[in-house]
């Protein structure tokens, strides 16, 4: 994608640039939510960095291998719900859709995220 601002991947209904481009742009995130956004459009976007630098450590993978050929084409993400669970845990529900070689599918999770740091 280029850089010019548009509106942001994560569905929010906001511009990149005021959503979570200034996430990838190394503000912080305020909530789990806002970085489960953030990341689902690191997906889109590509951003291996940003995704392995908010992945927590201990379950974190070796490699994404972002590029892998064929590339879903990611389709939207919605935000079920957010439990947060004290000051350093939450856990997010989201649906995210996507097509892989023509055919649709959507990952429905519940994750858990937690403050490492004072960081989401």
Known sequence: MNNRDEACPCGSGRM?????GRFHGGEDAPDAASLMRSRYCAY???????LNATWHPATRPATLELDA???PQ???LTIKSQVPLGD???????VARYKLNGRAFKLHETSRFERVDGRW
Request: charged letters at 20%; proline letters at 4%.
């Open 69 to 71: 050929v064929p590339r």
């Open 16 to 20: 990149y640039s005021a959503c979570c």
């Open 88 to 94: 350093r845990h939450a856990t997010v529900e989201f």
């Open 44 to 50: 889109v976007r590509g951003l291996e960095t940003y």
């Open 74 to 76: 990611w389709l939207g």
